[in-house]
């Protein structure tokens, strides 16, 4: 099977981050609401920062006097950065691509800055991730036509600047450079990029699989990630970027994914939605109001711990930052659990057996996503085997929206 157990990976000097695991994004060196050592105390070890937006605010020069992000935000174990291309799409109406690099106008003062490879490496050197990540092309994930293979290509063009970059620099054995491999949906145009990407194989750490989580179809998601893990080096960390909901994160271990981020956990939770093993909850529906019982009697979170109500979130959730505070801290530890029991079911040999007792409790009599249904028979787990219950088309509820309390 494509899932396998992988001891340690080791970052530098920053320790080690046992795989596979969720990365909860810093965008401005910092997870909204909770300090560093919150986030440490939660037993997070991997956290993602933003290039493109460091290197506006606070800049690269206040970076190298502070001896890089880690110090500068308190941080104290291992972390990612961005190369910045995923804004070539976020921020598309203030850029402009050449084979040079991206032109910006900064979205703060409206000042024109170009993003090279060149420069998006040695802006990753002054943060000082211990992951960082080649500057590739982006296109949404929805687009059709010959942009998609143009993007593909200079993907790979740039790859090999960000790799001349980053050995001229001597950062080779201090920091990891992780290659992108893009392609769309289009999989012949994915199996070039991976083509490309593996001849390059001895000068890169790891492989991110991007231009994804897009509103493309479930369906073709997780084809996509397949015919990448599979061709992918098992020697290497493989990273699907952008991915955060519970399903999508265990279909693609199973799958062989190892690394995957995504603002989802931290966004939902001030949005008024906690995440629990039986689904997400909205805590702004007024049934909450007179529910005493914490989130989740079983989860190991201070939040729960404490004995924080649903009743009390209820009434505070969205009007005061202690509500998105609490459910912040709940909700990465529940994405710290979903994959930390992978992990170590992976080790036990049980991972079959997590998929099918987590997808149960977590989709109850709702029925599976025919999508999840249909990935994880392609590794030989099957979702219906001894199953009352039914599967459903499409991707499933929308549950962040809603609720399944």
Not at 177 to 204: S, T, Y
Not at 365 to 377: H, I, K, S, T
Not at 379 to 386: E, K, P
Request: hydrophobic fraction near 40%.
């Amino acid at each position: 099977m494509p899932y396998h157990s992988r001891s340690r990976l080791t970052h530098g000097l920053d320790g080690e981050t046992v795989l596979p695991t969720f990365m909860p994004v810093a965008t401005q060196a910092a997870i909204k609401g909770l300090t560093p050592e919150q986030v440490e105390s939660l037993g997070i070890s991997l956290i993602l920062n933003n290039t493109y937006h460091l290197n506006l605010r606070p800049g690269v020069d206040v970076l190298k006097v502070a001896g890089g992000a880690h110090l500068f935000e308190g941080w104290r174990h291992n972390m990612l950065t961005d190369s910045g291309g995923f804004q070539l799409v976020s921020l598309s109406k203030f850029t402009t691509i050449t084979e040079e690099g991206a032109v910006f106008s900064s979205p703060f003062n409206g000042e024109s800055t170009i993003l090279t490879p060149e420069e998006s490496i040695s802006i990753q050197h002054a943060i000082g991730a211990d992951i960082i990540m080649q500057l590739d092309d982006v296109v949404p994930s929805l687009l059709q036509g010959p942009r998609v293979e143009e993007a593909m290509k200079r993907s790979i063009r740039w790859l090999d600047r960000c790799i001349q970059q980053h050995e001229s620099a001597g950062r080779k054995d201090a920091q990891n450079l992780f290659a992108i491999v893009q392609g769309g949906l289009d999989p012949n145009l994915r199996d070039k990029c991976l083509d490309g990407m593996l001849e390059r194989k001895d000068r890169v750490s790891g492989y991110a699989i991007g231009g994804l989580s897009g509103g493309e179809e479930k369906d073709v998601f997780w084809k996509i990630i397949k015919q990448c893990a599979d061709r992918l080096p098992e020697d290497r960390p493989r990273y699907a970027m952008g991915i955060g909901f519970a399903e999508d994160l265990l279909v693609c271990v199973a799958l062989g994914i190892d690394m995957a981020d995504c603002v989802f956990p931290t966004r939902t939770a001030r949005f008024g939605v906690a995440l629990t093993h039986t689904g997400p909850i909205n805590l702004k529906l007024g049934k909450h109001a007179k529910d005493f019982d914490p989130i989740d009697s079983t989860c190991p979170c201070p939040t729960c711990k404490d004995g924080t109500s649903r009743a009390l979130l209820h009434h505070i959730v969205t009007h005061e930052t202690t509500a998105a505070h609490a459910l912040t801290i709940h909700n990465i530890v529940f994405q710290a659990q979903v994959m930390g029991r992978a992990r170590e079911a992976i080790i036990a040999g049980t991972f079959p057996d997590y998929l099918l007792s987590f997808f149960a409790g977590y989709f109850g009599d709702r029925g599976y996503p025919e999508w999840c249904v249909a990935a994880l028979r392609s590794v030989n787990v099957d979702l219906l085997q001894n199953s009352k219950t039914p599967m459903v088309p499409g991707g499933g509820a929308k549950w962040e929206y809603s609720d399944a309390a």
